[in-house]
Each structure stands twice: as structure tokens, then as C-alpha cells.
């Protein structure tokens, strides 16, 4: 019995009908109504879910597949001839075969678009979504995201750490990147400048043109280079690094002890320094803590309170060149005084030869002379009376490293009786200590201001740009110097 049944199973699902949409009260199919039709693989696919597992099919309609067609497709084939397929044949090899067979002229042919004529191309490819509207009066909708989109955090920027200068905290100011650094004090530099300037214009305007033909080339020529000698020294002293040295380098622990009459660690020490006159001496020389820069001084270290910085070797703080002159610059000051002295010295007399030529070969008397050249009268007044401070200076240094003193040290010296004053670095004969101030090699900078600075750097300030940076909790000296009364307060 389940032989026989299995055997009209398999005859009815090879033979399956195909049923015609069935017409409405209107006239309409009910698929043509829903404005979609039924593809002949959906029909198979609808004729064998109607049969239930025994074999007989019911009266229940199940919900079939539409297929909504395509682009090159109607969606309404009414008009269509769709013959029932024969028991041997399948439905695609029925509706494949018969369909173009019958009504093939009367259908309507698809919409074709040349691609190719088309200026614009297809209205879908990516040239045509540039067109606002196309040729047939369809405007082009935009397209929106559906799904929720979140604003993007922008990554945080982290600002660069700047340059050395940046965080230094002294009394210094900076300019072209750190490689130029001068005081922040009154710009009397710039009177000096223009005390050397002024003068050798005028001479080289005057008095130039003048001597070199009627006595020598070589007077404008030399007057013009001890000029280049004398401004140039002046410059590498009043812009660069006079020796400053590091700061925060030797930090004293913080106090444990509020009690403010508690006594502090020692902030002096004593240095024996060997003596250059004889193998076995040598003499102690005192060292002294920098509470503002938290360093141990080496010996001939003084703290500059214009500056506010450590300078190695000071010999003092120069006005006229608004810098500290150190080890690193007083080759520099010291050439400056000398040519200083040279160039006013030369300016004077040569400003006098200068109308007194004149006067002799025109045969008149000097004051007719100076009534005729002024500003050579003029320039060798000048001189007289700028030359002097600068001579007087260059002889005191002269006779200062003669000594191996330095100016702090010599006046710092005049504080003990004479039988107690010394000179520990001294190398017992003039031109020996003239050799080793004037010809010694210039030390490296210990701060490299124009290098990138580097985060965590103790010889620099915490904060960019803030002079007085304080020091961290861990760092502080119990230092009471240069610190706002404001902030002790609070």
C-alpha cells in the first residue's frame, strides 16, 4: 500500500498545473491588482508546497513568492500566452521555449540606453552622479546615513616642548632661536653701540676720502679694520653666553623640621686648590650653595643678582654691554677695551692730521682749517674725551691679569688685611697669567639654549615661558632669595 502511494505522489509532482491568475470583480487579476506577477520557478516552487505529506493536495491557498521583475522585464503579463506544459515536460523548459514563440512582435521591447552616445554616460555610473538634474527632468535625491552616526573626537594635540630658552629661568633674554642672549636690564648696549658707530661713519665719510688721497690709502683702510675688530668683540660680548651654569643640580632635601629657628645644612665648604708657584703648595679657597640656582659654586663661581645666574669665573657685570662678562666672554670684553682704545686714540689724531694737511696746503692758518672742516675738528674732540674711560679700563685689566685676579677678587680681597690677602690661582709671572686668561681655549656652553628641550630636564623651569619657575616640593633648598612675597605668604 505505501509502494502505490509513493508511486501517485511521484505522478502528480511531475505533472503539475499551472493555474491562470484568476480575474476580480474589475477585471484585473489579483496579481496584476498588486502590481506584481508570479515567476514560473515560483510557480513550481507554490505548485509543491501544496501537497501535503500524504500526497493530497488542500484547499488552504499558502502565501507564494512574488518576483517583482526587473529593469528589462514587464510587470504585467497578461497578454502573455501561457500554455499548460505536457506531463513530460518541466515548467522552465516550457515557459522558456513556448514564450518567445508567441506574441514576440506585438510585446513591447525594453528600454535600452547607449552608453556610449551618452555625453554624461549611464544617470547610475559615477560621471553622471555629477549632475544635479538629468536631460529628463528627474532631479537626483541625496542619499542620507541611516544609521546613527557619532562625531568623531578629534585626537588630542599635544603641544610641542618648545626650545631651552623657553624654560630658562634667569634674568636672560633670547632672541634668533637662543643663538642671541643679552640681560633684562636697561639696553645701554645700545648706547655703546652707537657711541662706536657714529663716530667711525663720519671719519670714513670725512676724513676717508680726503686722506687717502692726499696722504695714504691705508689710513681709511686700517681705521676700517680696527672698526670690524672693535664692533665685532663687542657684539660676541654682549650677546653671548658669559658662562651660566646649570641650575637645580644639587638640591638640598626638604626640611623635616617646621620650627623656622631650626639650623639649616652648610652652605659653605672649603676647596683646596693647588698652587701653580711650587709642586707641594696649596691653599683653601671657600665654596658657597646658591640657594636660588640649588647648586654648589666652583671656586671663582659668583651669583650675578642682574643676571640672576651663576657665572663661572665673573669677573663682574658690564653695564656698557648689559651682560655678565664670564669665562666665555672676557676675551671678547677684553677686546673690545683694547680696540675701543686704539680706535679712539687713531680717530683723534688722524681727525687733527686730517686740518692741519689741509690748512698746509692751502696755505691758510688752523683756524681757517677748522672753520672749513668741522666735522673732522669735531671728531678729534670726540676722541680726546671718549678715549679716556676706555684706556683707563684696558690698563686696569691689564694689570688685573697680571696679578691672576679677577675684578670681584679684587675687590672682594680688600675686605682682609693686606698680610691676609692671597691669590690662590695666580701663576707667579705676568706673562704667564697674560698667556692664560688671553689664549686659553673658550669652554663649551653647559646649556645648550637652542637644542629641543627635553621633558623632565631639572637645569630648566617647569613651566614654559615663566621666568621664575619655582622648584617641585622634592627640590626645594629652604631658600628664602628672589621669591615673591605674595607666594610665602599664602
Known amino acids: 500500500m505505501s509502494s502505490q502511494r509513493l508511486q501517485a505522489q ?20 489579483e496579481q496584476g491588482a498588486a502590481g506584481h506577477r508570479q515567476s514560473l520557478i515560483s510557480d513550481e516552487t507554490a505548485q509543491q508546497g501544496e501537497y501535503s505529506q500524504d500526497g493530497f493536495s488542500h484547499d488552504d491557498k499558502s502565501a507564494r513568492p512574488l518576483s517583482q521583475g526587473t529593469e528589462f522585464t514587464e510587470q504585467d503579463d497578461r497578454g502573455m500566452y501561457e500554455p499548460t506544459p505536457t506531463e513530460n515536460a518541466t515548467v522552465r523548459s516550457a515557459g522558456g521555449s513556448e514564450r518567445p514563440l508567441h506574441g514576440s512582435d506585438s510585446l513591447p521591447r525594453p528600454l535600452l540606453l547607449d552608453v556610449g552616445k551618452s555625453k554624461d554616460g549611464s544617470p547610475r555610473s559615477w560621471r553622471g552622479s555629477f549632475r544635479g538634474k538629468d536631460s529628463h527632468g528627474h532631479e537626483r535625491l541625496s542619499s542620507s546615513n541611516n544609521s546613527p552616526t557619532f562625531a568623531k573626537k578629534p585626537p588630542d594635540v599635544v603641544p610641542k616642548p618648545g626650545v631651552n630658552y623657553q624654560y630658562f629661568s634667569g634674568n636672560t633674554f633670547f632672541c634668533w632661536g637662543g643663538r642671541l642672549q643679552n640681560t ?9 653701540a652707537i657711541i662706536v658707530i657714529l663716530p667711525a661713519i663720519l671719519f670714513l665719510v670725512y676724513s676717508g676720502p680726503y686722506l687717502s688721497h692726499h696722504v695714504s690709502p691705508a689710513i681709511p683702510v686700517f681705521f676700517a679694520y680696527m672698526f670690524f675688530i672693535c664692533i665685532s668683540s663687542f657684539i660676541h660680548a654682549s650677546v653671548t653666553d658669559p658662562g651660566i651654569l646649570p641650575r637645580n643640580l644639587h638640591p638640598l632635601p626638604p626640611s623635616e623640621n617646621d620650627d623656622p629657628l631650626a639650623i639649616g645644612p652648610p652652605t659653605t665648604h672649603w676647596t683646596m686648590i693647588k698652587s701653580a708657584g711650587t709642586a ?32 663661572e669665573t665673573q669677573d663682574h657685570h658690564c653695564v656698557w654691554i648689559n651682560n655678565c662678562v664670564g669665562r666665555r666672554n672676557y676675551r671678547y670684553f677684553f677686546t673690545f677695551v683694547s680696540t675701543g682704545t686704539l680706535l679712539g686714540t687713531f ?47 684696558w690698563g686696569y685689566h691689564l694689570w688685573l691679569i697680571a696679578r691672576g685676579e679677577t675684578t670681584r677678587e679684587y675687590l672682594n680681597s680688600h675686605k682682609f688685611l693686606k698680610k691676609d690677602r692671597h691669590r690662590p690661582f695666580t701663576q707667579f709671572s705676568v706673562w704667564k697669567n697674560w698667556v692664560v686668561v688671553l689664549l686659553r681655549p673658550r669652554p663649551p656652553t653647559y646649556l645648550r639654549f637652542k637644542h629641543q628641550y ?23 633648598g629652604g631658600g628664602m632669595e628672589l621669591q615673591d612675597v605674595a607666594t610665602r605668604n599664602n
Request: with cysteine; glycine share 6%; hydrophobic share 30%.
Open 184 to 192: 633684562r636690564d636697561r639696553p645701554v648696549n645700545i648706547a655703546s
Open 10 to 29: 511521484r505522478g502528480m509532482r511531475s505533472s503539475p498545473k499551472v493555474t491562470r491568475p484568476t480575474s476580480t470583480a474589475d477585471g484585473n487579476s
Open 347 to 393: 680717530l683723534s689724531f688722524a681727525s687733527l692730521g686730517h686740518c692741519l694737511r689741509y690748512a698746509s696746503e692751502n696755505h691758510i692758518s688752523f683756524t681757517t682749517s677748522i672753520d672749513k672742516n668741522r666735522v673732522p675738528f669735531a671728531m678729534f674732540i670726540y676722541g680726546l674725551l671718549a678715549t679716556s674711560y676706555p684706556a683707563c679700563l
Open 454 to 476: 627635553e621633558e623632565g630636564d631639572q637645569r630648566f623651569g617647569s613651566r614654559r615661558g615663566n621666568r621664575q619657575a619655582p622648584l617641585v616640593a622634592e627640590q626645594q
Open 280 to 311: 707641594n703648595a696649596a691653599m683653601d679657597v671657600p665654596t658657597k650653595y646658591c640657594k636660588t640656582c640649588n647648586i654648589w659654586r666652583p671656586p671663582r663661581c659668583h651669583h650675578c643678582r642682574i643676571c640672576d645666574n651663576c657665572i
